[in-house]
């Protein structure tokens, strides 16, 4: 083998050891070789065995390094002991003994690498005890707090709110079964002493966590008020970007107040709104969806006005609308909607005035399909742009439309009873 090719075979031997080493620092490894440690399930082997193992790695490391470099160099033939002078041997002599250090190296990286392993191993296990630990621990709280909620005293069962909401804000893992039992509680049908202030503290320590400001927050979690009755319920400026439910609730007393609250998908299926007020105004939905389904809405006053709908809807499938006053004044929507299908609307006045007196006539935000209006007025602004009401009964309805100089605005399939007029620019056929 020629000089050359010789020493082209070493270059590349040493490139590929060099990207070994690289890919195997970075954990990258090549297609089937795997660099991170396997999880270990025999026993482990003595010190001993150990150290052997590692000998016999080096002395197999050496043997084929001290071959390669030999037959590299076409096995040149070495001088006899007799033809080395003293400073030849000294050298020898150092050779041997960096051998011999070099060995007793391998040994002690072996030994630490032992002790490496067993001080991760034992990190690992005080890791997995502290945690069981903590888990237990846990569990131990919910159990009490769950038996003092279900206690017949009413101050062990407030003390019991507080234990539960407590476990869930130190219980990350947990926190969305803590707030399942606290809403569970409210569903409750229960007639006792005190019963009154416990479901207060419920919905007291939500609307704490909810807060846009609050240091930890319970909005990403869903909440399920299915059928649970609230009186003068303030959910103003909270946040949920879960799902929240309140099918078949009935909120009464002096106000419903959601004013400026923040929601992902509400839904009120089967909701009675008998409070004197109910105030959504200023609420917000963002990427998802309101639905009012089969709600009904008395009392003196429903406000709906300033809402923010961005990429989302509020719906309103047939609900009643008694309410003397129903405002949907000044939306703003951004690539949201607001639909009433199969509604009806008795006795009231209805605020449509969105602002969007400036934009085109094909964008409806608005749409009123299959509805009912008995003596009602209807307020849509000026031009009534961005309203449309398709199909619907307008029976003694008063349309009130202050645009100077309205486009035409399509109105079609209405029937109009009771002496009801629309503006000339409304289209009904």
Not at 122 to 138: P, Y
Not at 160 to 189: E, F, N
Not at 275 to 281: Q, R, S, Y
Not at 389 to 404: F, I, K, M
């Amino acid at each position: 083998m020629s000089d050359w090719l010789r020493w082209l075979l070493i270059a590349l031997c040493l490139v590929l050891a060099l990207l070994i080493v690289t890919r195997g620092r970075r954990r990258r490894g090549f297609p089937g070789v795997t660099w991170s440690r396997p999880q270990r399930t025999t026993k482990r082997r003595g010190m001993v065995a150990s150290v052997l193992g590692w000998l016999v790695v080096a002395l197999l490391v050496a043997g084929v390094t001290g071959g390669g470099l030999l037959w590299f160099l076409g096995w040149p033939r070495l001088p006899s002991a007799g033809q080395f002078d003293v400073a030849q041997m000294l050298d020898l002599l150092k050779i041997a003994l960096s051998v011999v250090a070099g060995f007793g190296g391998v040994v002690l990286l072996a030994v630490n690498y032992r002790k490496q392993r067993v001080a991760e191993d034992e990190h690992d296990l005080a890791v997995q005890r502290a945690e069981r630990e903590a888990v237990q621990k846990f569990n131990e709280r919910f159990g009490s707090a769950a038996e003092q909620l279900a206690n017949d005293n009413a101050a062990v069962r407030l003390a019991g709110v507080y234990a539960m909401a407590g476990l869930a804000d130190d219980w990350a893992d947990k926190r969305q079964v803590c707030v399942d039992v606290l809403c569970g509680y409210l569903r409750i049908t229960r007639e006792a002493a005190g019963e009154a202030e416990v479901r207060e503290a419920i919905l007291r320590v939500i609307r704490d966590r909810t807060r846009r400001s609050g240091k930890l927050s319970w909005s990403a979690l869903d909440f399920d008020f299915t059928g649970v009755t609230i009186e003068n319920a303030d959910f103003a400026r909270r946040e949920f970007s879960g799902e929240v439910l309140f099918d078949g609730a009935e909120f009464v007393g002096g106000i419903a107040s959601f004013a400026g609250a923040e929601f992902g998908k509400l839904s009120f299926h089967g909701t009675r709104f008998s409070a004197a007020e109910t105030t959504f105004g200023g609420m917000t939905v963002t990427g998802g969806q309101a639905e009012f389904v089969g709600a009904e809405f008395t009392g003196d006053k429903v406000d709906f006005a300033d809402g923010y709908l961005q990429s989302s809807s509020v719906a309103f499938f047939r609900c009643r609308f008694v309410a003397p006053r129903v405002d949907f004044s000044s939306l703003d929507f951004v690539f949201g909607r607001l639909v009433f299908d199969r509604c009806d609307f008795a006795d009231l006045e209805l605020d449509l005035s969105i602002g969007l007196d400036d934009q085109p006539s094909s964008l409806v935000p608005v749409l009123v399909e299959n509805c009912r209006f008995e003596r009602c007025r209807i307020e849509l602004g000026r031009g009534g742009q961005g309203v449309k009401l398709a199909d619907c009964v307008l029976d003694t309805v008063t349309v009130a439309d202050t645009g100077e100089n309205p486009q035409p605005h399509p109105w079609p399939g209405n029937e109009l009873r009771g002496g009801t007029s629309l503006p000339g620019h409304y289209v009904t056929s």
